[in-house]
């Protein structure tokens, strides 16, 4: 009996390790890799703009004025770059933008100036935009269908245990705040992200799903309104994201008697639920149907935190504390089923020889989210005395209810391309442009 009870208290801990640890194989090194590329792009995702002023001399308006070029060239890079690993594979490109990272990294220290910081800027940009669709792409083409989704919960959880230990190690570097401690800051990256491109070497190559003779013509996704459309709501109900770290601060500490370290702890909370919830969150995202509900409860709950947040302003205290942890963990469940729907889309329409296009089509509307969803959503909630959050709100509500419409509506159309592709054959498929 004793040993029974044993035996069944062993198998609930490994059956609750599930959560946190992939299984052994291919999931288990991709979220390895995660976690040491983490590591190193943490550190100078919390000391990086610090480094540009301290050690390279660069005034604040030419940080920013790089960091907004960057991202520009960034946006249009992404669907020619998903095509290009649709023609050569995700590994090859993936590997390339590693080791270009690296080499940049290692260069930094050495920019004379503006005009030079500005071309390595946009070329680490591209470097960083390459590796950001690689990973998705191969890991899509790479895992079992069943595994796909939970595959890369494991990496999202990685990736945010590596960026909290790198942005606790840049602490630790800008509160030395000498040129020594930048320069082997940035070297120190240099190292971590050779490292987490040497495991990118060793993983294994995928083959190329059709002959050159067979592909589709080029930006195949981009032409789909249907996906498109999909694409679009998709990264309306991700602009969570521009909730907790955009407005969710500036709103905690300008229209609630709560402090800056109440922002920073909500974001602390943030973390740790993604770290210890997102595995488990990804259930049942790994069709289709089962991502766009996925989506249209991450665009409810989203709404819900919305609401949650406008009523902090209205207490004092304590219940403002107690308020916005609360509605920063509904905000965080959001964040964890749309992190889940987005990838189960992604990998339920994508054919395998445009998966790059599709994961490109997906970044490039996040990203042009990303260009107007800061303005707004400030405007709307802080310049209107707080009912600009229901108008929020209302968007979420609206983006999780089409999902559902626009998910079949592309589903019914690759499924039309798929058996038109086989009834004429590949020699005269063309793309759907519906």
């Keep these: 009996m004793f040993r029974w009870k044993a035996d069944s208290h ?15 194989g291919l999931s288990r090194t991709l979220a390895i890799q995660s976690l040491v590329f983490a590591l190193g792009a943490g550190i100078f995702m919390a000391g990086g703009t610090i480094f540009f002023n ?16 960057a991202a520009a060239i960034s946006t249009m890079a992404s669907l020619p770059l998903g095509t290009l690993m649709d023609r050569v594979g ?47 792409v191969y ?35 800008l509160a030395v705040d000498s040129s020594s401690a930048y ?38 996704a981009i032409r789909k309104p249907s996906v498109v459309a999909t694409a679009a709501l998709t990264g309306i109900l991700q602009a969570n994201q521009t909730v907790l770290l ?3 601060p500036l709103w905690t500490i300008n229209q609630t008697d709560a402090g800056p370290p109440v922002a920073a702890a909500l974001f602390t909370i943030n973390t740790a639920l993604v770290v210890l919830l997102q595995v488990r969150a990804s259930a049942g995202a790994e069709t289709a149907e089962g991502s766009a509900r996925a989506l249209r409860q991450s665009g409810v709950l989203a709404a819900a935190a919305c609401v949650v947040f406008a009523t902090a302003a209205l207490t004092t205290g304590i219940a403002t504390i107690a308020t916005l942890v609360a509605g920063a963990i509904v905000l965080t469940m959001a964040e ?33 989210r ?16 707080g009912w600009g959050w229901f108008v929020i709100a209302a968007c979420f509500v609206l983006a999780a209810l089409l999902t559902c419409t626009t998910v079949r509506w592309a589903g019914r159309v690759e499924k039309r391309t798929a058996q038109l592709a086989t009834a004429v054959g590949p020699a005269s498929e063309i793309g759907s442009t519906q």
């Design 336 to 368: 964890l089923r749309q992190s889940a729907g987005a990838w189960g889309i992604v990998a339920a329409l994508a054919p395998p020889d445009q998966r790059g296009d599709y994961v490109a089509t997906f970044k490039f509307t996040n990203q042009i």
């Design 183 to 220: 320069l082997l800051m940035v070297w120190s990256i240099a190292a971590v992200l050779a490292i987490a491109t040497l495991m990118v070497a060793r993983l294994p190559q995928l083959a190329t799903t059709v002959a050159v003779s067979e592909r589709r013509p080029l930006f195949g």
């Design 139 to 173: 890991s899509i083409g790479a895992l079992p269908e069943n595994e796909r989704v939970r595959g890369l919960a494991y990496q999202r959880a990685a990736l945010n245990l590596g960026m909290t230990g790198g942005g606790v190690t840049a602490g630790v570097v």
């Design 10 to 24: 062993m198998i609930e801990i490994r059956s609750r390790l599930t959560h946190w640890i992939p299984p052994a």
């Design 370 to 385: 990303d260009i107007v969803a800061p303005a707004g959503f400030i405007a709307l909630a802080l310049s209107t005395g």
């Design 54 to 69: 301290r050690y390279l001399g660069l005034s604040p308006v030419q940080v920013g004025l790089g960091l907004g070029v």
């Design 90 to 136: 995700a590994k090859p490109v993936w590997l390339a933008g590693g080791v270009v990272e690296v080499l940049l990294y290692t260069l930094y220290p050495m920019v004379p100036g503006f005009a030079v910081f500005l071309g390595v800027i946009v070329l680490m940009s591209a470097a960083q935009a390459t590796t950001s669709i690689a990973v998705q």
């Design 246 to 248: 955009v407005v969710l």
